[in-house]
């Protein structure tokens, strides 16, 4: 059973707007969130983090929300650039378990 | 500040040999060590991890095992590799006392 889902396996957006990458998840234990940045090849890239303790946090263009009720979390990117383009990784984290999701590919057209 | 190395980049290798991937850490001590598989078109699947020297922890039943024979380096093995176990493999480091997760560049295997 999948922990922590991203259902969107890919997103397209136009160069200047704002991409919003989804996130779900089901263990209420989970107290920690963080999404990765990963090009073809290479090892993925700490982006920004939230504990359970805020419902936002904001970091440059990225921001990330969190609804604890909802069990949900999002990444915000705003203004989206050609270079954003790439998998985004959610993970949760409650003690030495850490769950990734299974990656949303963004493209972010010129 | 702290780096992470692994190598190979790429492997080819063919079914039933042996394989040996290695990961190390720089600038940091007693690191909490990681290795994940991504396979094709998947998620990240931890494997391993480690919270100290000859403390290993499996997530998932597999072909393949860790070792850590000092307290930076973290080695991926296996006797004998399956078709199935080609995908990029990752190591991660973190603090212990802390959350986020650092990962290397990764190793391409491919099993023929």
């Known amino acids: 059973d999948q922990q922590v889902k991203q259902n969107s396996p890919s997103l397209s957006v136009q160069e200047g707007r704002i991409s919003i990458l989804n996130c779900d998840y089901t263990?209420?234990?989970?107290?920690?969130f963080l999404w990765y940045k990963k090009y073809p090849a290479e090892g993925p890239t700490f982006l920004i983090s939230?504990?359970?303790?805020?419902d936002k946090n904001e970091d440059g263009r990225f921001t990330v929300f969190l609804n604890k009720s909802a069990k949900h979390l999002s990444l915000h990117i705003v203004p989206s650039q050609p270079g954003d383009s790439a998998v985004y990784f959610c993970?949760?984290?409650?003690?030495?378990?850490?769950?990734f999701g299974p990656g949303t590919r963004l493209s972010v057209l010129p | 500040s702290q780096t992470i190395h692994q190598w190979p980049a790429t492997l080819v290798q063919p079914v039933g040999s042996p394989l040996s991937l290695e990961c190390t850490v720089e600038?940091?001590?007693?690191?909490?060590l990681y290795w994940y598989r991504q396979a094709a078109g998947r998620g990240l699947q931890l494997l391993f991890y480690?919270?100290?020297?000859?403390?290993i922890s499996s997530e998932v039943p597999q072909n393949l095992s860790a070792s850590r024979p000092q307290d930076r380096q973290f080695i991926l093995s296996s006797k004998k590799l399956l078709l199935s176990d080609s995908g990029f493999y990752l190591c991660?480091?973190?603090?212990?006392?802390?959350?986020?997760?650092?990962f290397g560049p990764g190793t391409r295997l491919l099993v023929l």
């Open positions: 991660a480091w973190s603090v212990r006392s802390q959350e986020t997760q650092y």
């Open positions: 263990n209420s234990m989970f107290d920690y």
């Open positions: 939230i504990s359970s303790i805020k």
């Open positions: 993970a949760a984290l409650y003690g030495q378990n850490f769950v």
């Open positions: 600038g940091t001590s007693n690191p909490n």
């Open positions: 480690s919270v100290g020297i000859g403390q």
